[in-house]
Each structure stands twice: as C-alpha cells, then as structure tokens.
C-alpha cells in the first residue's frame, strides 16, 4: 500500500486544492456533456482532438501507478485519487461524508449521467461503492479499517439526482466493526448496506 508524507503546510495544501479541485470538476463536466451531447459530427471531432490535446499535455509528467495516501506533517489525509472523494479523480462523485457526536456518518450527493445503469437510475456498482466507502469511513473513525464483507439489499432502484446516505456503528467485536447503513432518495430508502470492517491484527495477536 502507498502511504507517502507530504512536506507542506495548510498554505500549500489550500493551494494545490484550489488548483486541482477546478480542473477535476471541469472534467467531470466534460463527462457528463460528453454523453448528454447532441453537436454535429464535425464539432465532436474538432473537441475530440482538444481533449487528446490537453491530455498530451498533463502527460508530460506524471507519477508511475496511483496517487496513493499521503499525510501533511499535521496530519491531514490527502487521498486525491480516492474513487470516492478523491479530490483529483473525475470519476469519484465527489463524496464529502460529515459526521455528528452521536456517530452518524452521512454524505449528500448528487448522481448525474455518468453514473448510470439501468435507464434513470444509478447502477447497483456505484450505489455499492457509494455505501462502502461511507461505512467504511464510519468503521475507521477510531482506528483503520478494511471491507471484509460488504452486503447490499437493493429495495427499489435509486433514481439518478440528489440522495443522501447515512451511516453509524452497529457494533464492534474485537478487530471487526460493523457498519449498518441506507441510500436514500426523497422518497425513502432504495439500499440498505450491512458491512464488517476489519482492522489489522494487534501485536499481541
Ligand atoms: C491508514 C489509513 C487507512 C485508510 C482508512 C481511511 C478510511 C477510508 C475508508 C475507505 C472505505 C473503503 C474501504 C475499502 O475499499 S478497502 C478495499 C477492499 N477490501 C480489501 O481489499 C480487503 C482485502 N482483504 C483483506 O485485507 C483481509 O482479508 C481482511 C483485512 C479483510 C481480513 O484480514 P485478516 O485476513 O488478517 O483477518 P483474519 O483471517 O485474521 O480474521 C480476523 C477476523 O475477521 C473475520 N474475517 C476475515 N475476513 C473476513 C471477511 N472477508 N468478511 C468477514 N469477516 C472476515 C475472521 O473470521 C475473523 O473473525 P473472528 O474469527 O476473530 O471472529
């Protein structure tokens, strides 16, 4: 697993965010208006070789392989390339998950186009990779915890715009957490989600 420091200050941190939050959610548009155009063939073509134009140019220096997790020297995360709530990563929604001091987890999220599976509705992956990242966040509010088994029940389909997911511990049983949560639209619950998350063994293990 990658986990790297990171030698900044909040300063820079604000930023690098204030730098690449705009360019990810430029792309994120440019995903969505890519499949809800209607243009004419010629202007598909001409955007076409803009894109490869622009990508050519972030690839003139990359990393090798993923973004990884890295840590600020005051301890903040920085997980960018996160499919969840990666900062940098397009495809991540993005997730912002808040917590309250009674340990309710929850995330607002609106699901466009590209998110789709069955016609209008969100598919069952994303709603899938919607609930296990939050009752993961959930299970590793006190220590790191990894998705051993992650179950979904879904009630009706979840329809594609804004939904809330909510999260809270059911229970922990020495290294394993349980997770117990719901995706829901306006009209009430579409998945309900049991997950157990599993931390590392303790040394005396
Ligand atoms: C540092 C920062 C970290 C990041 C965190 C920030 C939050 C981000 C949130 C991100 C959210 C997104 C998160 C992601 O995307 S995590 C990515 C998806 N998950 C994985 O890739 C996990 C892959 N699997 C593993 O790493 C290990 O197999 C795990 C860690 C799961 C078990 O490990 P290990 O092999 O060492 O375990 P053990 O054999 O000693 O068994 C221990 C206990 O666990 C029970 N058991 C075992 N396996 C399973 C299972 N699959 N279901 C249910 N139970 C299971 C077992 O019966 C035993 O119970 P008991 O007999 O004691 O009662």
Redesign the pocket.
């Known amino acids: 697993m990658k986990?790297t420091r990171e030698d900044i200050d909040t300063q820079e941190l604000d930023r690098r965010r204030a730098l690449y939050g705009p360019l990810t959610a430029a792309v994120r548009d440019l995903v969505d208006a890519t499949i809800r155009t209607e243009v004419d063939e010629a202007v598909i073509r001409e955007v076409q070789a803009t894109v490869v134009a622009a990508t050519a140019k972030l690839r003139a220096e990359q990393i090798d392989g993923g973004f990884g997790?890295r840590f600020t020297a005051d301890g903040e995360s920085i997980a960018w390339g996160n499919a969840g709530i990666g900062l940098r990563n397009a495809i991540a929604p993005p997730l912002v998950i808040v917590s309250d001091d009674a340990g309710l987890h929850w995330t607002e999220v609106t699901l466009g186009a590209a998110y789709e599976g069955p016609p209008g509705l969100v598919h069952g992956g994303i709603c899938a990779l919607v609930m296990?990242?939050l009752l993961?966040?959930t299970a590793?509010s006190i220590e790191?915890r990894?998705?051993?088994?992650l179950t979904l029940r879904y009630r009706r389909g979840t329809p594609l715009g804004p939904l809330r997911a909510e999260a809270r511990i059911d229970r922990n049983?020495?290294?394993?957490t349980v997770v117990v949560g719901t995706l829901s639209d306006a009209d009430g619950v579409t998945v309900e989600a049991e997950g157990?998350f599993?931390g590392p063994?303790t040394p005396t293990e």
């Open positions: 986990f997790m296990d990242h993961g966040t590793s790191p990894f998705t051993g088994t049983e020495g290294r394993k157990i599993i063994p």
